[in-house]
Every structure is written in C-alpha cells, then in structure tokens.
C-alpha cells in the first residue's frame, strides 16, 4: 500500500514538475516586467509600472496591435464560418472519401509553420500580392480554421440527430435546418471556435514574419525587438499579449469545450399528440 | 415555397409512420451527399492557400537563379549543389539528432504527466490541469521563448539562484540544452495532451481490472497503459519530431548566432535569396517527414495485428 501512495506521488510530482517548467520563465518574466532595474537579473531593486507606460507610449507596438487586432478578427471570423460549414458537412457525410478530405483539411496543421510562410512567400512573391496583411489572413485562416472546424464539430455531434430529423419532416429544407436548428443551438461553440482561433492567429510570428511585409503584427514586432535588445519594456509587453491569450482561452474553454456545460437540446419538436 | 408545400403534404404520412424511431443514419443517408457539399468552401481554401503554394515551392527547387531572382528551368544543379554539400549534411544530421532527442525526452516526461492527468486526479482539479497545459499551446511562442532567454541569461535568475546557493553559475544560453529547453516549453504540451487523449481511451474497467487484480500505479502504466497507447506514442513522436525539425524560433533566439540546424540554413538561404536552394532543402525536409510518416503508419499497422 504505501509503494502505491509512493507511485501517485511520482507521478504527482512529474505532473506539477511539468506545470512548473511550463509556466516558471513566463512567471519570471512577467515579474521582471515591474523591475525597477534595466536587467532582468537578482537582486530586486524594486516596483514600478514605468515600463508598461513606455509601452503605451511606443508607437511602433501600437499600430502593431492594432493590426494584429484586424488581422486575427478577420481570420477568426473566415475561419468560424468555414469550419462551421465544414462541421455540418461532416456530421452527415462519412466514408473513404470524407476521410480523405478530412485529412486534407487537416494537413496544415502538420507542416511547420516555417514552410507554410516561406512557401506562401515566393508564392505570393510571384502573384505580385505578398507584403500586407491581406496575405497573412489568408495563410491565418489555413491554420485556424480545422482548430474552429474541430471544436464547432464537437457540439454539432451534441445535438441530436432527431432534432434535425423532425425539422425536415415538419417541411424545413436543409439551408433553413442550418439557419434555424443547428445554428442557434451551437452558438456557444461558435464563440469558443472564434477564440480559439483569434489566439491562433494573435500568437502567431513566422507565417506573419514571412508575409506581412512592413505592415508588421504583433509577435512580429515584439520578436525584432527581441533580436536587437533586452528591454524590460519587452518584459511589459510580454505579459500584455500573454495575459491577453490567457484570458481569450480561458473564455472559449468554459463557453465551450468544457463539459461541465450543456445546453440541452429543445425539446418538444417531435413530441407528437 | 413549391418544395414547402410537397414537404407539408409528406408530413403527416411521415409522422404516421415511425420517423421519429427511424435509425439516426437515415437522416445522413438522405442528406450525406448533397450537405457533402459544405465542405467545399474550406476544402477549397485549404488546396488553394497550403497545397498550391507548397507545389509551387518544390517546383522552383528546379529553376535557375538569374540575377538574384528565380527563373523557370528544369535544372537538377540546385539538387547537386545542396546535396554535395557537406555543410548541409551536417546540418540535416545535427536537426535529426535534435529532433530525435527532444521527442524522446517529450516522451518520457510526457507519458508519466498525461498518466497523472487521467488516472491520479479527481474531476475538477483534471479539468482545471487540462486548461493549465493548453494554456502553452495557445500562448505566444515567441514570447515564451523570450522568457526562456531571461530565465536562462548568465546573470539570469536560475543563475542568480545557484550562485545565492554558493553553486557555480551554469552557462546554458547559446547551446543546443536551451533550444530543446525552448522545444519543450511548446511540444511537451502538445504530447502531453495527444496521451491524454490516448489514456483517457483505455476502458476504465481494464484499468480497474488490472488495479483489483493486485496491480501498483508503475505496472499498470508499465503493462496496461502503454501496450494500449502505442499508436497516441508513435504520433505524438512523430508530430513533435516534424514540428521541431521545422522550428527556426527556439534555436534563432536560444541557440545563439550560429546555424547549425537544417532549418535556420533554409533561412540563411532566404536571406540571399537563394530560393531555389532554399526549396531543395524544404523538399529534403519534406521527404523526410514523409518517409518518417509513412514509417509510423506501418508500426502502428503492423502492431495492431499482432495485438
């Protein structure tokens, strides 16, 4: 008994051993960010906030936040509405043949981001539309849309399939079953998908590194800086975008991939007398 | 409206009958290929924006560099140029040996994690755990790494603790330690949650079974949990071996100035815009990630028989 008390401490340990290295250097660093000293090293020399205010002040990290800001809105949306498109097509279609697509679909997510920027690069390079942000929305929504398409699918095979049966018998074509049962009844998926992705294409450097020519984002900007200084200033604006995903992920998961919430489906629409 | 009425008038024999205790599949039976259909915006996105691109790079591995700008040729010059290249070779060995290690390092510290996760906490501490490990994934990359770079500095914290120990200071920064340092700090998570996924698969009866059969936690992850997850083991290896294998992010800022990995000399390349030799390289890498692809497709085939 007591080598079984010893094992789930083990593993116990090698659980929160992982949580602390997850999560120690984004600790440090969001704790040198209100150092009074230039350099992120011991002893404190004190509180204060003057980095985040030389962060306000920075014109540069401003218009990179608002673009970044566009940027993911517009990915996350295209990528909301394609993968809820997606989603309803695969709750009815399977076999071979779906397999298939569905693994094209998913086949970005497994090449490097580094490849799928530079090959987009010389491709847009060539088109003559490289260079601005439209590019870098496009190549976003590559990558968030299956995350939007996979979490909008989960509440999709929630929903009964009787609902929908019963809306088609009581005369609803298919569009009018998408409008007015499947979309009302997965809004909350909805949400959580356009989180999701909006952290996606919020975090995301190289793609946007490769493409967005002068019209620089965020990470983009943040990561020049990297490269040139070590500015607690960094350390301010590090924290800023972290607690930024933190808190956008934070909301997509309780709205809705957390199991803990469900709304159940209507009832009453195949209730016959 | 016309298709409104011929529903309606549909309705009443349909209700009549057993619609409402017809197999579910019925409904997907009727609809299946045309709502098929749904899928093609996002279908179509993904060959036009992924697929294209990807083929148009491999295919200017084949062109002439004139005046610094690709020119269309079928030249396997680029081919010869980069694979007779020691310096390439060394490169490619030095990120096959990095990515190896750091998805087996992965592994071991990830299989022991995801196995905590499912089998050692109640509902709402696992719950709230799964959130922490997501956490990493959906968080900035690059600033993380960032952090690393902080922490790890020689007058960093970690040093700055050691020498408050009166331990010598250790120099970590601008080595391949730090890259894989920053490696795990994304991947780890990544693994940890395709094994939680994997484990939380295993019937649970077995798992008790096993457990009521007088089997300790170290058996039973050592004789019942991995046997059942070999192919979450092999996936998670390979995605986290692809994945670093194509990082320039952690060994640009963790490893120092110097190229030695297979990608940051695509990028050198890029930077003198040697793209033709820089898409040879990326068709090396590819050929790699398939081969290895299809190397764990049939491990994963061929123990699924034998099992």
């Known amino acids: 008994m007591s080598r079984e008390v010893l094992a789930r401490l083990v593993f116990r340990l090698v659980l929160v051993g992982s949580l602390i290295f997850l999560f120690l250097p984004v600790a440090v660093m969001i704790l040198f960010s209100f150092n009074v000293d230039r350099f992120p090293s011991l002893p404190w020399k004190g509180f204060t906030l003057a980095w985040y205010a030389e962060l306000l002040r920075d014109q540069a990290l401003n218009e990179a936040l608002w673009r970044s800001l566009i940027v993911a809105s517009i990915s996350a949306s295209v990528s909301v509405a394609f993968g809820f498109t997606a989603a309803y097509a695969f709750r009815h279609w399977s076999g071979p043949r779906a397999n298939s697509v569905l693994g094209f679909i998913f086949l970005p997510v497994f090449l490097p981001y580094f490849m799928l920027g530079m090959a987009s690069a010389v491709y847009f390079g060539t088109l003559g539309i490289g260079g601005h942000l439209g590019a870098v929305i496009l190549i976003h929504v590559v990558i968030c849309a299956p995350i939007a398409f996979a979490v909008i699918r989960i509440r999709l095979e929630e929903i009964g399939r009787d609902v929908e049966e019963a809306a088609i018998n009581l005369g609803a074509d298919s569009l009018r079953v998408i409008w007015e049962v499947m979309l009302p009844n997965s809004i909350m998926a909805l949400v959580g998908g356009f989180l999701l992705a909006f952290t996606f294409s919020w975090d995301e450097f190289l793609i946007a590194w490769f493409l967005s020519g002068f019209d620089n984002t965020l990470p983009v900007v943040i990561w020049s800086m990297v490269r040139s200084t070590i500015s607690p200033k960094i350390n301010a604006a590090g924290a800023l975008v972290f607690a930024t995903s933190v808190i956008l992920v934070s909301v997509g998961y309780f709205v809705a991939v957390s199991p803990a919430r469900r709304t159940p489906s209507p009832p009453a629409v195949i209730e016959g007398p | ?307």
């Open chain 2, 1 to 307: 409206m016309a298709v409104q009425v011929r529903r309606a008038s549909q309705g009443p024999r349909e209700v009549g009958g057993t619609a409402a205790h017809r197999p579910a599949a019925a409904t997907s039976q009727s609809l299946g290929p045309r709502v098929a259909w749904f899928a093609f915006p996002l279908f179509l996105w993904q060959a036009l924006f992924s697929l294209v691109p990807l083929l148009y790079l491999l295919n200017i591995s084949v062109w002439r560099l004139e005046n610094f700008r690709p020119v269309p040729a079928v030249t396997l010059a680029n081919y010869a140029n980069v694979l007779g290249t020691g310096y390439y070779w060394a490169g490619y060995l030095a990120s096959l040996q990095l990515s190896a290690a750091t998805s087996l390092i992965v592994l071991v510290i990830a299989v022991p994690t995801a196995y905590a996760l499912v089998c050692h906490l109640g509902e709402r501490p696992k719950r709230v755990l799964v959130l922490l490990m997501l956490t990493p994934l959906l968080t900035s990359y690059v600033i993380r790494i960032y952090a690393w770079h902080v922490t790890l500095a020689d007058n960093g914290i970690v040093n700055g603790v050691l020498m408050g120990l009166g331990l010598e200071p250790i120099r970590v920064l601008y080595t391949k330690t730090a890259i894989t340092i920053g490696f795990l700090s994304y991947y780890l998570p990544v693994a940890v949650l395709i094994l939680f996924v994997g484990i939380s698969s295993i019937d649970r009866y077995v798992l008790e079974a096993a457990r009521n059969l007088g089997c300790g936690p170290f058996r039973i992850l050592w004789e019942v949990v991995i046997p059942n997850i070999r192919r979450a083991l092999v996936f998670s290896f390979v995605f986290v071996f692809i994945l670093t294998f194509g990082d320039i992010i952690s060994p640009a800022n963790l490893g120092g100035g110097r190229s030695y990995l297979l990608s940051s000399m695509i990028l050198d390349r890029i930077r003198v815009n040697q793209w033709p030799e820089a898409a040879v390289m990326s068709a090396w890498m590819l050929a790699t990630f398939l081969l290895l692809l299809a190397a764990a497709i049939t491990v994963t085939r061929s123990r699924k028989i034998v099992s």
